[in-house]
Antibody, heavy 117, light 108 residues
């Protein structure tokens, strides 16, 4: 059974860069697309971007200029960086596996990242 | 941008009854629609993909229907564990994916 686990700092200062890593277990990372999705407290879901094991990426246009992703297949990990964060970036960040690159069939438990000085 | 609109925002239904949740797309998404269930403090769980196909391990009381711009998630014989927030998501316009704002299903 595939499992995903997010890790990274829970508190980030405004204007700095948010960095998160997702560790995948129970399945090959080299078969699927992998995404980051976020959910501000009490609000809905927003897709941030995806990465394929080859390293190809695609991002939500609303975040494209600030987001980047990378993958390390040897460590079964993929990562998100979001630059120039503000309080509006405070959210629970989920990593998720994409089936066929279309929908999200396995999710991490999520990690709350707060942007505050 | 494709906008997904869910209704109602909150639905109150008694246990054992049937719940019907709606999702409308601002443009046709064919059958490229998924439904998720999210309980407090948990990650979303995939229920339905392809508008009507149940994901692995999802009980038969969950069913999805619709195509184009109008979609429905029906839950028969509501169990206590079914009360949660439900989201629809389109993937017709990949690689851009958008979710609805959610419907909260509460106990009446």
């Amino acid at each position: 059974q595939v499992q995903l686990q997010e890790s990274g700092p829970r508190l980030v200062k405004p204007s700095e860069t948010l960095s998160l890593t997702c560790t995948v277990s129970g399945d090959s990372i080299s078969t699927y697309f992998w995404s980051w999705i976020r959910q501000p407290p009490g609000k809905g879901l927003e897709w941030i971007g995806y990465i394929y094991y080859s390293g190809s990426t695609n991002f939500n246009p609303s975040l494209k200029s600030r987001a980047s992703m990378s993958v390390d297949t040897s460590k079964y990990q993929f990562s998100l960086k979001l630059s120039s964060v503000t309080a509006a970036d405070t959210a629970v960040y989920f990593c998720a596996r994409m089936q066929l690159g279309y929908y999200f069939d396995h999710w991490g438990q999520g990690t709350l990242v707060t942007v505050s000085s | 941008e494709i906008v997904m609109t869910q209704s109602p925002a909150t639905l109150s239904v008694s246990p054992g009854e049937r719940a019907t949740l709606s999702c409308r797309a601002s443009q046709s998404v064919s059958s490229n629609l998924a439904w998720y269930q999210q309980k407090p403090g948990q990650a979303p769980r995939l229920l339905i993909y392809g508008a009507s196909s149940r994901a692995t391990g999802i009980p038969a009381r969950f069913s999805g229907s619709g195509s184009g711009t109008e979609f429905t998630l029906a839950i028969d014989s509501l169990q206590s564990e079914d009360f949660a927030v439900y989201y629809c998501q389109q993937y017709n316009y990949w690689p851009m994916y958008t979710f609805g704002q959610g419907t909260r299903l509460e106990i009446k």
